[in-house]
């Protein structure tokens, strides 16, 4: 069982920065794939960005450029970047873990392991 927790989000003005952080325990990390999810008030839970076991990395493609996966198998700890944020990022965001050894997707049936979330609001 891999409990997951997220870390790092907060209140923030448009064009400015914030790292969330995923910390991942009781289970394996890095052999396992992670992503990043948010949903925003009154929407579905999309995609954002996932970083294989093996270090590729995927996004969604409106995100490009401004967002960067990276993880840290040593401190099971995997990263989400985010620059140059808009008020149309607000959300909570969510990461999520898969079982070992898989391909890289970014479809939520594809983890089986998810943190609580934490608040992004970007104020315009």
């Known amino acids: 069982q891999v409990h997951l927790v997220e870390s790092g989000g907060g209140l923030v003005q448009a064009g400015g920065s914030l790292r969330l952080s995923c910390a991942a325990s009781g289970g394996t990390f890095s052999n396992r794939n992670i992503g990043w999810f948010r949903q925003a008030p009154g929407k579905d839970r999309e995609f954002v960005a996932a970083?294989?076991?093996?270090?590729?990395?995927h996004y969604l493609d409106s995100l490009k450029g401004r967002f960067t996966i990276s993880r840290d198998n040593a401190k099971s700890t995997a990263y989400l970047q985010m620059n140059s944020l808009k008020p149309e990022d607000t959300a909570i965001y969510y990461c999520?873990?898969?079982?070992?050894?898989?391909?890289?997707?970014?479809?939520?049936?594809?983890?089986?392991?998810w943190g609580q979330g934490t608040q992004v609001t970007v104020s315009s």
């Open positions: 999520a873990a898969t079982g070992f050894l898989k391909g890289i997707s970014g479809e939520q049936m594809a983890y089986d392991y």
């Open positions: 970083v294989k076991w093996s270090g590729s990395t």
